[in-house]
């Protein structure tokens, strides 16, 4: 019997969101991602509630909106060939590159807290 190869796997490219002096702050910005390596984002915050929402209707994952919950990390999920080709075009065209802006809200004990972080996807 033909064995199945394994599914490949996925590698998280972590995003730290932290609230310094008032305001998110997201480490790296922007996360560089890799299409076709598998890649996909891992945000993570120890402090409070996280809501993220893609600017302009456009992200390069199934979803627009991920909501993380407090002390809780979340992937993005990989990005959709299709998809990462309604960001906004970079790079060049031997190393095609589409660049997304993406809101981040904490909301925590201490307040509410914004930013916006971008993201950048090589294909």
Request: glycine residues 10%; charged residues 30%.
């Amino acid at each position: 019997m033909p064995k199945t190869p394994a599914p490949p796997c996925t590698v998280q490219i972590p995003v730290w969101l932290s609230v310094e002096k008032g305001k998110v702050v997201a480490t790296p910005d922007p996360v560089h991602i890799r299409a076709g390596q598998n890649e996909e984002v891992m945000w993570r915050s120890a402090e409070g509630v996280v809501d993220i929402k893609f600017k302009r209707g456009y992200s390069p994952f199934r979803r627009l909106d991920f909501h993380i919950p407090e002390g809780c990390g979340l992937t993005s999920g990989l990005p959709e060939v299709p998809k990462i080709r309604t960001g906004r075009k970079k790079g060049t065209r031997s190393n095609p590159q589409y660049r997304f802006d993406y809101g981040v809200v904490i909301k925590s004990r201490r307040g509410r807290f914004e930013t916006d972080p971008g993201l950048v996807v090589d294909c």
